[in-house]
């Protein structure tokens, strides 16, 4: 096995499906420059969010709204009804930030990727690879905001540990696609910004994490029924909570999860092609 040597680690020459698990460690090793400073945010975001929409913001729905028809079910804190929500919602940051600027610089201004392929390492091993640190990252993060949950007394029974997967798929399912958008373009990433601004922004507050999407209208409800985090939420609220807090019980459960890996499985077969389509020269 021989090596060469680019920006950053050595990429070991391999033939085979190893290669992926070569740019995942690749990946790894970059990682370990900010590693403490990711897993601090991990710690520090639910900790705001949870203490000022939670604790804060809570307290007065939980003393004015409580059992209202329409408002947060019956017998649940309002801490209790976002918490799985911001846990699949970081998920989904996470995936769509390292997907979108990250990824795309070994592209545009580093060129590690076009390092990578003169090796025997396949354009969509590369694909692999980021996926597989992606999930990493949401791993490791969405573990942390689980023991945060935790310590809150929101992470709900043992099934409530089903969260972090449950995280894991919906940010996964996002940012494949986010992927896949970067390995076409050829800009300086503006496109990123209209991800953020018009699709991010607008799926965290109409997807059912802070309130019910009964409350919403008839006209607009159809951005939850179409969005990942409005599943994802779903799934994470019936796991900690029971399957009676989620709108649809068991079935609906599958059709949820359905949805994501229909929408992860086309995301990822999307963007290995893009990756080849512009690795392969």
């Not at 329409?70 to 929500?85: E, F, N, R, T």
Request: charged share 10%; net charge positive.
């Amino acid at each position: 096995m021989s090596t060469r040597q680019g920006a950053g680690p050595v990429i070991p020459m391999t033939n085979g499906p190893s290669g992926r698990y070569l740019v995942w460690e690749y990946l790894l090793r970059c990682w370990r420059r900010y590693l403490l400073s990711s897993l601090a945010e991990a710690v520090g975001t639910p900790l705001l969010y949870l203490v000022a929409l939670g604790v804060g913001l809570g307290s007065l729905i939980d003393a004015n709204f409580a059992g209202q028809s329409g408002s947060i079910p019956a017998g649940i804190s309002y801490l209790d009804y976002i918490a799985p929500a911001l846990l699949v919602a970081a998920a989904i940051q996470v995936g769509v930030g390292e997907s979108s600027y990250p990824a795309y610089s070994r592209f545009k201004w580093t060129r590690v990727f076009w390092g990578i392929t003169a090796t025997p390492v396949r354009p969509s091993e590369v694909c692999d690879g980021e996926v597989l640190f992606i999930a990493t990252r949401m791993l490791a993060g969405s573990s942390l905001y689980y023991l945060v949950l935790v310590a809150f007394g929101a992470a709900g029974g043992p099934a409530g540990l089903l969260m972090v997967p449950i995280g894991m798929a919906t940010g996964l399912s996002c940012a494949v696609w986010v992927l896949g958008l970067g390995a076409r373009m050829h800009s300086e990433g503006g496109a990123f910004n209209v991800v953020f601004r018009f699709v991010i922004v607008p799926m965290t507050l109409f997807s059912g994490s802070f309130f019910p999407i009964t409350e919403m209208p008839l006209a607009v409800r159809w951005i939850a029924w179409v969005s990942p985090l409005w599943h994802g939420n779903e799934l994470a609220r019936g796991a900690a909570l029971g399957a009676e807090y989620a709108a649809g019980g068991a079935w609906a459960a599958v059709g949820h999860l359905a949805f994501l890996l229909v929408l992860l499985l086309a995301g990822l077969l999307m963007a290995r092609r893009a990756y080849r389509k512009r690795l392969v020269v």
